[in-house]
């Protein structure tokens, strides 16, 4: 894991534009969540996480959401053994889109 390149922002952001990475409603609360791929997880913190993902976007602001999103993963990283393999699989999604 050490040799792997840390998730930044700019690769949200690349990810949003090719729409591998998206704000979205939880299904099971509908809190705001990030999408990679096809597992989403919490990204932001419990304040105005219920005004739903457009306007929690729009008041935020892209590139913000971009940086938490980057870090709320790269923050799994070494965790636990399941957590390096969630980590893992956000960062192959990524760089999927990258070599497309």
Not at 51 to 78: I, K, R, T
């Amino acid at each position: 894991m050490k040799n792997q390149k840390l998730i930044n922002k700019e690769d949200v952001l690349q990810g949003f534009k090719n729409g591998v990475v998206h704000i979205i409603n939880n299904p099971n609360d509908g809190e705001v969540a990030a999408q990679i791929g096809e597992h989403w997880f919490y990204f932001a913190g419990s304040e105005d996480v219920e005004l739903g993902a457009d306007v929690y976007v729009s008041q935020v602001g892209l590139d913000n959401v971009a940086e938490m999103v980057a870090n709320a993963v790269n923050g799994l990283m070494g965790d636990t053994t399941d957590n390096s393999t969630e980590w893992l699989y956000y960062r192959a999604v990524l760089n999927e889109m990258q070599n497309k």
